[in-house]
């Protein structure tokens, strides 16, 4: 399964019995038979010796833990258990009782003990406990027995222990952090008493300082090894990203110095929900774990520059050269992995479907003042279970710091509602309720139905998926890949090398998806270029021939170039033979690519002069982006665990879009319909008139508008393709155009566009036609609405965030004219039309006295 990963010698510490691995530990969709197989010789290549089962959401590990297995689940798991085996890898089973087991309940120790004797006939040898993310409270008939919960905890976890005849065993404590640790890891009566009572041959496991540690230090560790009276296994969550729907962690393993290899009884990495993204940070913990930690080592050089902040000088690109081979640096250890991760792309891996991660259900909003996050209290379950069961840390706005709580980076993408699934039913897919574990099928390419006038919204209209038995992905979720898909655009990968992903490309996809408390150094230029390009915009019209000038649009075509090669990488990623890994990196790939190419089109357009000189010398910048004070220095700090900054690079590179209020136009569903089909955003060309006026008329023929000979009518005045020709005539000097390019013919069409008028009120003025509808326009401005805006997509863009994104553009243009709140003029009765606006934020403002028409508007 894994022949293309190079063998690494095992050069593991003087303790041989150092425990190195991976626990599947996330809530989400659990991997399969066939990846964990996978991972098994992956981790024998790699001198690892350990893997945890414990999929928080697998039916029988968690929620019902008690039931016994089938026989057919139980060849599957027997199956996993002996190829883990084989390749020299413990399998440790581990099962969560905590959510409502009664400890005094003899039978439920009973039922637990069953349990586990079953799955030690399977060939298990090695066991685990997990007791996270629970209610801390015993039961009423638990008080009456035990003296406190670790107590409970204690009692059963040992019997169970002895009962099975003393194996390997974990145990995950409640308090299994020092941020949960009441009131601090010294004096918690909880981790003292697993200290003293729980039987000293079991480990117990450790997520570090916070439930996500961007740093674990030599006397964090010492001191919890004294409480506890034996050295942690770190539960090392680093690369753990079910808490957030817009990130994936392909950074290094880092800000772990390998002086804690002595100190400590192992690491087991719980990644990435997607287990092919998994490559680089299993590898690199590989790389540290065989560091020498006696080693002589400048420490400067070496050590250190795994937790060098991005404020510092060095960019990070540069590996010290003479490294010793057993010193680990974490760019190296990346550059390492990425050459041995290459292969795994062009593996013929067949599609199954996109990850469904855990949902956020709270969205806590972006207040007008600046907020604070109040540290979690320890009663509460930690944000790695943010459903239905989970709280989430409190805000308050009574204390003036800096606190990055993202509601601009929620995607929707998926049930929010818990599902049922059970990974022990075949070897390729997760099954779900009802249980159908039926093999998928390769997926076909499926013609889309033209779509009816319900589906032919102008704009943000749903999003087109054809119904086939065999579109269902492993969540029940509907799957289909389109003719622009790599299935059926790309007969051969390989007649064209440039098509193939290389060094650089995949380099580029870990700096934009890098890890939790730092971004990668290419994300870092890409928010840095955009920043001193938008708040310098006025050099590049103020002074076009000077050195400041030349700098402006030098920074611009850089900037320009990086958007290409993160398009590039979009399309290549899709052309990859492991559709597998395709699957699990286009989300993310996906809306990166959009973000980017939206502030390209933004910086172009200014670049054009068309801003407003007072505006451009003085733009306008949010309170809570990259560049805000002090909120990069709390995102790398680690003082904050990181869900509190949901979003990563995705959300750092939207909130520096220019308006306030739109988190709104940041909401939208991940396309199930995998397409190599871009939509990109750029400005006005006069070329482009035939196109806009084509669009406005083919789209005021779908809505079935039939003009009224009354002179009032409101429908011969507000089709849509009268006001885009009103607005046309008048000024272009923000419109921007939406250009479709499918990969297969490289070919671009004009697909959309949105126009808008700074000043509707004097709108007359700029022309001598004596349209009536003029004064119309001029009469609907408002103080707080002063512009005038239309906007139309065809009905074959099926991406929803296409809509948003040109709106995003239109608003930022706007406001940097010094414009803050736009209209438009629609029919009543063209329903499609209204909820279109409405879902872009847009309210009704008025109605006119025949109540045929409305004005809709809203502010930024």
Not at 328 to 336: D, G, I, M, S
Not at 395 to 423: E, F, K
Not at 715 to 721: C, E, G, V
Request: hydrophobic fraction near 35%; charge should be negative; include cysteine.
């Amino acid at each position: 399964m894994a022949d293309d990963c190079p063998i690494i010698n095992n050069m593991n510490t003087k303790n041989g019995n150092f425990i190195c691995g991976v626990v599947e530990g996330f809530y989400g969709r659990p991997w399969t038979s066939e990846q964990r197989k996978d991972l098994f010789q992956k981790l024998k290549k790699w001198g690892m010796n350990s893997y945890v089962y414990a999929p928080k959401d697998d039916s029988k590990h968690r929620a019902n833990w008690r039931d016994l297995y089938t026989v057919e689940e139980a060849e599957h798991l027997t199956s996993l258990i002996t190829a883990s085996n084989e390749n020299g890898v413990t399998f440790y089973y581990a099962l969560s009782p905590g959510l409502d087991i009664t400890y005094s309940n003899s039978k439920e120790v009973l039922t637990l003990k069953r349990k586990l004797e079953q799955v030690s006939q399977f060939g298990c040898v090695a066991f685990a406990l997990l007791f996270d993310d629970i209610d801390p409270e015993m039961s009423e008939a638990d008080k009456e027995v035990f003296q406190s919960f670790a107590h409970a905890q204690v009692s059963v976890t040992n019997d169970v222990y002895h009962h099975l005849n003393q194996p390997k065993f974990l145990l995950c404590p409640t308090q299994y952090c020092a941020a949960r640790a009441v009131p601090n890891v010294q004096n918690s009566e909880y981790l003292l008493t697993l200290g003293s009572k729980l039987a000293p041959d079991i480990d117990i496991m450790w997520t570090g300082s916070k439930v996500i540690s961007r740093v674990l230090t030599v006397d964090s560790i010492e001191e919890v090894t004294e409480v506890l009276k034996r050295p942690p296994v770190i539960w090392d969550n680093l690369h753990a990203n079910d808490y957030d729907q817009k990130r994936v962690f392909l950074g290094p393993y880092q800000g772990r110095s390998p002086d804690l290899i002595p100190r400590l009884r192992g690491v087991l990495t719980n990644p990435n929900c997607e287990f092919w993204a998994n490559f680089i940070a299993i590898h690199t913990l590989a790389q540290w774990s065989r560091c020498n930690s006696e080693a002589e080592r400048d420490r400067n050089e070496s050590v250190c520059s795994d937790i060098k902040l991005e404020t510092e000088a060095d960019d990070g690109t540069e590996i010290p050269t003479r490294l010793p081979v057993n010193m680990y640096h974490a760019r190296r250890a990346l550059k390492n992995a990425i050459a041995d991760w290459l292969p795994e792309f062009h593996r013929n891996r067949q599609a199954s479907g996109f990850i469904t991660k855990p949902q956020v259900i709270t969205t806590l909003p972006v207040t007008p003042a600046v907020l604070a996050v109040v540290p979690t209290p320890s009663v509460v379950n930690t944000c790695i279970a943010l459903t239905t069961t989970s709280t989430v840390s409190s805000v308050s706005t009574s204390t003036p710091q800096l606190s990055a709580l993202a509601d601009v980076c929620t995607t929707v993408n998926g049930s929010t509602g818990p599902i049922v699934m059970n990974s022990l039913l075949s070897e390729t897919k997760v099954c779900t309720e009802p249980m159908d574990c039926n093999a998928t099928p390769p997926p076909e390419v499926i013609k889309s139905e033209p779509p009816s006038q319900a589906e032919s919204s102008v704009i943000d209209k749903p999003e087109l998926v054809e119904e086939d038995v065999n579109s269902l992905d492993d969540n029940g979720a509907k799957m289909v890949i389109d003719s622009n898909s790599p299935e059926s655009s790309i007969s051969d990968m390989n007649d064209w090398n440039g098509q193939q992903l290389n060094t650089e490309d995949v380099t580029l996809l870990c700096d934009l998806f890098y890890l939790p408390f730092e971004h990668g150094t290419q994300g870092i230029q890409l928010l840095q270029e955009f920043y001193w390009l938008y708040t310098n915009a006025h050099l590049a019209s103020a002074s076009p021939s000077k050195p400041e000038g030349e700098e402006w649009h030098e920074r611009a075509k850089k900037l320009d170039e990086m958007s290409k090669n993160v398009n590039k990488l979009f399309q290549k990623l899709n052309n990859i033979s492991n559709k597998e890994l395709m699957y699990e990196l286009y989300p993310y790939i996906w809306e990166m690519r959009a973000v980017i190419s939206t502030l390209n089109s933004y910086i172009k357009w200014l670049g054009t002069g068309k801003a407003g000189q007072s505006s451009s010398e003085n733009p306008a910048v949010g309170n809570y982006t990259w560049f805000s004070k002090g909120w990069k220095e709390s995102f790398m700090s680690g003082e904050q665990e990181p869900w509190v900054f949901r979003g990563g690079l995705t959300a750092d590179l939207q909130r520096l879009i220019p308006i306030d209020g739109g988190s709104d136009l940041f909401v939208y569903k991940v396309p199930q319909t995998v397409s190599s089909t871009m939509y990109t955003i750029r400005g006005y060309q006069p070329s482009d008139n035939e196109q806009i006026v084509s669009i406005s008329q083919e789209l005021a023929s779908q809505s079935a508008e039939q003009p009224n000979s009354s002179e009032s009518a409101a429908l011969d005045r507000l089709s849509l393709s009268r006001l885009t020709e009103c607005l046309i005539q008048i000024s272009t000097d923000i419109c921007f155009i939406v250009e479709e390019e499918c990969e297969d013919t490289e070919e671009k069409a004009v697909a959309g566009y949105a126009l808008a008028f700074i000043n509707a009120k004097d709108i007359s003025s700029r022309t001598t036609s004596q349209d009536p509808l003029l004064e119309i326009i001029a009469n609907a401005s408002k103080p707080q609405n002063p512009s005038v805006m239309c906007c139309g997509l065809r009905n074959t863009v099926t991406d929803q965030s296409v809509s948003k994104r040109l709106i995003l553009c239109l608003l930022a243009a706007l406001r940097a004219n010094g414009s803050c709140g736009v209209f438009t003029l629609v029919d009543r009765k063209n329903d499609e039309l209204v909820e279109s606006y409405t879902k872009l934020g847009f309210l009704e403002l008025s109605q006119d006295e025949d109540n045929q028409s409305s004005c809709l508007g809203r502010v930024f």
